[in-house]
């Protein structure tokens, strides 16, 4: 009797063992198996919307029909967690010149969510009769209207040649003239008392760019050099070379040659190294 009890009892701890085992897996089967019920079999995390932050309305809208567009044609499917969001991300990128950073993020149930910087414009582009926003590469990105521009006043560089055609999301023009007339803004006011009015390039290739002056001053420059040598050499000039008559008749200074100037007063005109 007392060996059928021991038995009985041992039997107990083995069953009771396995149920245990078998409580377990069920507990971490069930939540699985539900998981992927909802995940293959219903459209609870299918993509039901798409936000898009820190953008304005147009770029915001353009941004929205990419996304769609490529969850529509993914052969995975809506399902979020399916989206390819760096996927995504370089699709914006490289159809959006407008567009700076992009990050996509996945909200669960069924939100896909972009954060957008946009490009600031560092210069205008006059070129066609169109006015372009020019980034700080030379990259016009974005046709300029009204409605667009920013807050500050933005230097405009005018080609003169009307035959010259400009891609959107391509370089118009090199980046050292960005960055010339940038030095070039903020240097030559402080020597010369006067701010750039006018800036002219021949062509969108050229080599360089013509600033005219509030004070009716015109700059011819050499844009594959410093700026700030050439700025140098002018102060030499206007304030240890000519004298101060020559200086407030100044007209025309030319300093595309490499450690020449060349510079026309109402007085006349004349040569300096």
Do not use: C
């Not at 995390?45 to 529509?72: G, L, M, P």
């Not at 080609?159 to 023009?173: F, K, L, Q, R, W």
């Not at 050499?222 to 304030?239: C, H, M, N, S, W």
Request: proline share 4%; net charge negative.
């Amino acid at each position: 009797m007392a060996r059928k009890s021991a038995q009985w009892t041992m039997f107990q701890s083995v069953i009771l063992q396995w149920l245990s085992i078998g409580l377990l897996v069920a507990l971490l089967m069930i939540p699985l198996v539900l998981f992927g019920w909802l995940l293959f079999f219903t459209n609870m995390f299918d993509v039901q919307a798409v936000t898009v932050v820190d953008a304005r309305e147009e770029t915001a809208n353009e941004v929205k029909k990419i996304i769609n567009e490529e969850i529509a044609s993914s052969p995975l499917g809506k399902n979020i967690f399916f989206v390819q969001a760096n996927t995504i991300e370089e699709l914006i990128q490289g159809r959006l010149a407008k567009v700076r950073t992009v990050h996509v993020v996945r909200k669960l149930p069924g939100t896909i969510k972009a954060i957008v910087q946009e490009k600031t414009p560092v210069s205008l582009l006059l070129s066609g009769g169109k006015y372009y926003f020019l980034d700080e590469q030379g990259i016009a990105y974005e046709m300029a209207r009204l409605d667009t521009l920013p807050g500050v006043v933005l230097t405009t560089v005018k080609n003169d040649d009307e035959e010259a055609m400009v891609t959107i999301g391509a370089a118009a023009v090199d980046a050292s003239l960005i960055s010339f007339l940038q030095v070039a803004g903020e240097k030559l006011p402080q020597l010369v008392g006067a701010q750039i009015g006018e800036v002219h390039v021949p062509s969108l290739a050229a080599r360089e760019v013509k600033i005219v002056l509030n004070n009716n001053w015109t700059v011819l420059f050499d844009v594959t050099r410093p700026a700030e040598g050439q700025i140098e050499v002018i102060r030499k000039l206007i304030q240890e070379t000519v004298s101060p008559e020559e200086v407030a008749a100044m007209q025309h200074i030319d300093v595309r040659i490499p450690h020449r100037i060349y510079y026309k007063t109402a007085l006349g005109e004349s040569e300096g190294q």
